[in-house]
C-alpha cells in the first residue's frame, strides 16, 4: 500500500527513529526514477545521486564498526565481513522491516511488475535514505542509524549467525581427519570493562592455531576459528 504524499517523509523520520530528516532530501531519497521518467512536467529528483552517495556512507561506517569489534583482523578479513553486511538481500532485509517499499515514489510500470518488493530497488533506497540522514544530520547521525538498524547484522557477522559459523565448520573439519575437537582459550583481556577486548586462542590436538580479538569471547572465538581455517586454506593452495 502507498503511503499519502505529505506522510511519505513524516512516516520514514519515524521508522528510522531519526529526529531530524529534512524533507526534500527525504523525499528524494524516496523517488525512484521510474516516477521521474512519468512525471517530466513535475520538478521532481529521483534516488540515484542520493544513493551513489550512500554506498560509501554505508561501507564508511559498516568499516568503522567491524574495525572496532574486530581489533586483530586484516584488511582481507575485514573487507570479507563487511560483504556479508553491506550487499543487496542484507540491505533489502532491513530496507523490508522498515517497509521503505510502501512508502517510494514510482513509476505505474516498475509499481505493476512489483518494483516495491525488488531487492535491488530496496537496497538502493536505503542507501539513499542513509544518505539523506548523512545530509541532515552528519556522521554523528548516521552513524546512530547504522547502529540501529544494522545492530543484528554485525551481531551476526561477529557470532557466526550469517551463514559463517567459523567455530561449527572448524570442529566438523577436524572431526572429519580424526582428530580431538578444537579448544579455545582467552590469552589476553585489555581495556576498561565498557570496552574489553579479548584475544582467543585456538588449539587442535595441542597444537595452537589461530589467534585473534573480539569485544567479547564469542567475538574472539568466532574470528580465532575464522584465522584457522584460512590458514588450513592457505596452506592447501
Given at each position: 500500500m502507498e503511503a499519502p504524499v505529505r506522510d511519505r517523509v513524516v512516516i520514514l523520520q519515524e521508522r528510522l527513529g531519526v529526529e531530524e530528516l529534512?524533507?526534500?532530501l527525504g523525499l528524494a531519497a524516496l523517488t525512484h526514477k521510474s516516477y521521474c521518467n512519468e512525471h517530466r512536467d513535475e520538478p521532481v529528483v529521483d534516488n540515484e545521486r542520493l544513493e551513489?552517495?550512500?554506498d560509501a556512507v554505508v561501507d564508511l561506517l559498516v568499516s568503522h564498526r567491524l574495525m572496532e569489534r574486530f581489533p586483530g583482523a586484516d584488511e582481507g578479513e575485514l573487507s570479507k565481513l563487511r560483504?556479508?553486511?553491506v550487499n543487496e538481500d542484507a540491505l533489502a532485509r532491513i530496507a523490508r522491516e522498515l517497509r521503505v517499499g510502501?512508502?517510494?515514489?514510482?513509476?505505474?510500470?516498475?509499481e505493476l511488475t512489483g518494483g516495491r518488493d525488488k531487492s535491488s530497488v530496496l537496497a538502493d533506497a536505503l542507501e539513499a535514505v542513509i544518505a539523506a540522514v548523512y545530509l541532515t544530520q552528519g556522521i554523528a547521525g548516521a552513524m546512530a542509524l547504522v547502529d540501529r538498524h544494522?545492530?543484528?547484522a554485525l551481531d551476526g557477522v561477529?557470532?557466526?549467525?550469517?551463514?559463517?559459523?567459523?567455530k561449527t565448520r572448524l570442529q566438523e573439519l577436524v572431526q572429519s581427519q580424526g582428530r580431538l575437537p578444537p579448544r579455545y582459550r582467552v590469552v589476553a583481556e585489555d581495556g576498561p570493562d565498557h570496552a574489553k577486548t579479548f584475544e582467543v586462542e585456538?588449539?587442535?590436538g595441542g597444537e595452537v592455531f589461530g589467534r585473534a580479538s573480539g569485544r567479547n569471547k564469542k567475538e574472539a572465538e568466532?574470528?580465532?576459528?575464522?584465522?584457522?581455517?584460512e590458514m588450513g586454506s592457505s596452506k592447501s593452495e
Open positions: 529534512e524533507p526534500s551513489f552517495l550512500g560483504a556479508l553486511i510502501e512508502l517510494l515514489r514510482m513509476g505505474r510500470g516498475e544494522f545492530a543484528d561477529a557470532e557466526g549467525r550469517s551463514g559463517d559459523d567459523y585456538v588449539s587442535v568466532q574470528a580465532a576459528a575464522r584465522k584457522t581455517l
